[in-house]
């Protein structure tokens, strides 16, 4: 079992930056992919970025692919997401999850988490 607690959401203008925590616990923390989500008002929940176990691998969609990036601390239990350059489109609940397949390099796919976080709020302002 792995819980998931996100931090480091609020308001931010257009072009800003936000630095999202991931903190993790259980002790399979560090053999689980990593994946960012997020889901804005009447859309569905969509990819953001993914990271495997060993980091050796990152995900990005398009949209955010140059602004954002995904990373990890083991020993600390924690994934991170730094975003820059941020646009109001970016407006949404950011998730993060753990993907259920140990010691793989991680998925764009949203099946393939079985463990979510509350959720933190992200508001970029024109």
């Known amino acids: 079992q792995v819980q998931l607690v996100e931090s480091g959401g609020g308001l931010v203008q257009d072009g800003g930056s936000l630095r999202l925590s991931c903190a993790a616990s259980?002790?399979?923390?560090?053999?689980?992919?990593m994946g960012w989500f997020r889901q804005a008002p009447g859309k569905e929940r969509e990819f953001v970025a993914a990271?495997?176990?060993?980091?050796?691998?990152?995900y990005y969609a398009d949209s955010v692919k140059g602004r954002f990036t995904i990373s990890r601390d083991n020993a600390k239990n924690t994934v991170y997401l730094q975003m820059n350059s941020l646009k109001p489109e970016d407006t949404a609940v950011y998730y993060c999850?753990?993907?259920?397949?140990?010691?793989?390099?991680?998925?764009?796919?949203?099946?393939?988490?079985?463990?979510w976080g509350q959720g933190t709020q992200v508001t970029v302002s024109s």
């Open positions: 990271i495997g176990w060993r980091s050796a691998t990152t």
């Open positions: 999850a753990a993907d259920r397949r140990w010691a793989t390099g991680g998925s764009t796919e949203v099946g393939n988490y079985d463990y």
């Open positions: 259980g002790r399979t923390f560090s053999t689980h992919p």
